[in-house]
């Protein structure tokens, strides 16, 4: 017995010795860098894209992320959100900005400072970080000049609010740039003077670390490196490392389009007709499901932009104005309708930048075709109440009969799927085609189609 437990015990060596190294091997072999792609406007999309891919990472236990950056800006709120997570992540964090052409501007310039090592690829650019926006929109300048006609030399303009967050923006940037040891004055001037660089202008200013082709030569230049990951040093060890890219669920997806401003406010449109025809026709069922799904989306995209709810308010009262004029037709309920929903969209977004702002070639035409649509509505209507009701006998005047059959001047006719009695002032004979002219104590009068018709072009020839 003992033997046996002896022979159990080697057996079990032999074989941990045996597992143990190709473990260690599996381990080696699942060593990995993760990348994703920004390509466009930074909104709640890119910063949901960020956030689900360093949790992947950290999952995985990947060596890095990669975040290729081509973008011209977008929103502080996302571009805040996204610098948090990179500062707060497990995983160090490579600023790419690719492929050639490409830039990493305004809010780009942001997050590109706040990575753990920032590259280029030649031929791409950053900068020009200025907030043009009160709320802390970094977006394109333009070149616009400040009251006293400077070009934001170092100071701010005489506007005391835009100066408050033009000093944000140099601290938060500058902030940056002492935590990964880039070039903090040349950050302050991308701010206060929209300054840009090329890439190998920014490899000069010591703005980035590196110039990569791609991302084999990226991870080989970012090996060995020393980086501050959530609060310790670590040295990178990428060189050789297999690549895999995150691309985007379903639901980013789907974020990055309805979070567009213009098409959440033609989702909130759709809604809230959709849901008015399901009232006026209760039992359509497809107006209002549709209308509420819509409406749920455009309120949940409406939540994750710096609207400002007094727009929103006046857009939906001008709809309401223009609902209220299909069903009264009145002209100053329809232009003030129009008046308030233009006005709400233009004041509907608290800052504007590339790709969150309200187009007007979009927002008019809408606009156009509300009040379009509450004027056919309401022409309509109106058409209804100048003439009187028809109920009953009055209803059945003009209406087509078949002729069952007929003696003399009275005979049976079949008239809305019913055998009536009826009588005629005319010869008619079964097989003619006939219309109700009258109705008196259950009895149809009725004459030959045509004959009046004729009969009024015979008066007309004798005159």
Known sequence: MRLARVALLAAAFVAAAVLFPFSSAGMAAERVALSISIDGAIGPASSRQLKEALKAAAERNAEVLILQLDTPGGLVTSMREMIADILASRVPVIGYVAPAGGHAASAGTYILYATHVAAMAPGTNLGAATPVEIGGLPSLPGGEKDKDGKDGGGQPSGDPMMAKVTNDAVALIRSLAELRGRNGDWGEKAVRQAASLSASAALQEHVIDFIARDTAELLQLADGRTVDVAGKKEVLATKGLPVETLDPGWFIRLLAVITDPNVAVLLMLVGFYGIVFEVTSPGAVAPGVIGG??????????????????????????????????????????????????????????????????????????????????????????????????????????????????????????????????KADEPIAPGDRAEVTAVSDLVLTVRRRGAGNDGAGNDGAKQ
């Open 293 to 422: 799904i819509c409406l749920v989306l455009a309120l949940y995209a409406l939540d994750l932009l710096p609207i400002n709810y007094t727009g929103l308010a006046l857009m939906l009262l001008g709809v309401t104005f223009l609902i209220v004029e299909a069903f009264n037709p009145t002209v100053v309920l329809g232009l003030g309708g129009v008046a308030a929903f233009l006005l709400g969209a233009a004041m509907l977004l608290k800052v504007e930048g590339p790709g969150f702002a309200i187009s007007w070639a979009i927002i008019g035409p809408a606009a156009a075709l509300t009040l379009g649509l509450a004027l056919l509505a309401g022409s309509y209507l109106w058409a209804a109440r100048r003439n009187p009701p028809r109920v009953g006998g009055d209803a059945m005047r003009g209406l087509p009969v078949e002729i069952l059959d007929w003696q003399g001047g009275e005979g049976h006719v079949l008239a809305l799927g019913e055998r009536w009695r009826a």
